[in-house]
């Protein structure tokens, strides 16, 4: 059974930074891409951020490039997500998906239930 667990949201201010973390348990992880999606109140869920599974290539929403760092620890079943300079915008629901491809949210088979990232003004 695969399972998704996603940690490290919070309440920060505008401008502070978070780390979102992923384990993955059930799936020889290293042989998947991942990525982050965010689901923002009365918004369809949006690609943030995805990563290959060697960890070689990334991929980002225009949103938060330059802002936020995808990266993996294949040898930790983990996915990370740094977000810096973080915006009242950010503020939402943060996924992470397994097995999957791009920012493609149908492309996924597993997903967490999400952690939750709320920025203040």
């Known amino acids: 059974q695969v399972q998704v667990v996603e940690s490290g949201g919070g309440l920060v201010q505008a401008g502070g930074s978070l780390r979102l973390s992923c384990t993955a348990s059930?799936?020889?992880?290293?042989?998947?891409?991942m990525g982050w999606f965010r689901q923002a109140p009365g918004k369809e869920r949006e690609g943030v951020s995805c990563i290959t599974r060697s960890g070689g290539k990334t991929c980002y929403a225009d949103s938060v490039k330059g802002r936020f760092i995808i990266s993996r620890d294949n040898g930790k079943n983990t996915l990370y997500l740094q977000m810096n300079s973080l915006k009242p915008e950010d503020t939402a629901m943060y996924y992470c998906?397994?097995?999957?491809?791009?920012?493609?949210?149908?492309?996924?088979?597993?997903w967490g239930q999400g952690t939750q990232v709320t920025v203040s003004s």
């Open positions: 059930g799936l020889t992880f290293a042989a998947y891409d």
């Open positions: 998906a397994a097995a999957g491809y791009g920012l493609y949210e149908s492309k996924y088979s597993y």
